[in-house]
């Protein structure tokens, strides 16, 4: 059974940095690239939204226009993780943030890390 892990969040202040990961476990390394792995992100009283999401064959992501040119998405398919690096925070980046993969290994979430951005 594929299950995703996330970590890294934490406290940060306003125009600081954090790298969230999620690492999948459960699933073939064979087969991993075969997935789009997405992180999405939940502020209090507001929807879900999606924040950035890699193709992980191709390598190709894409980026909600609130975090192009402060968000970095990466993966090592080897070690079959995703990584955000989050740079230039803002307080409306507040947020619990879900990994989500999705593809031949179905659909999965993670349990989701807490990002604080406060002064």
């Known amino acids: 059974q594929v299950q995703l892990v996330e970590s890294g969040g934490g406290l940060v202040q306003p125009g600081g940095s954090l790298r969230l990961s999620c690492a999948a476990s459960?699933?073939?390394?064979?087969?991993?690239?075969?997935?789009?792995m997405r992180w999405y992100r939940q502020a209090p009283g507001k929807e879900r939204e999606s924040v950035a999401g890699?193709?992980?064959?191709?390598?190709?992501?894409n980026y909600a226009d609130s975090v192009k040119g402060r968000f970095i998405l990466s993966r090592d398919n080897a070690k079959k993780t995703m990584s955000l690096q989050m740079n230039s925070l803002k307080p409306e980046d507040t947020a619990i943030y879900y990994c989500?993969?999705?593809?031949?290994?179905?659909?999965?979430w993670g349990q989701g890390t807490q990002v604080t951005v406060s002064s």
């Open positions: 890699i193709n992980i064959g191709a390598g190709t992501t």
């Open positions: 989500n993969i999705l593809g031949l290994w179905g659909d999965v």
């Open positions: 459960g699933g073939s390394v064979y087969t991993f690239s075969r997935n789009v």
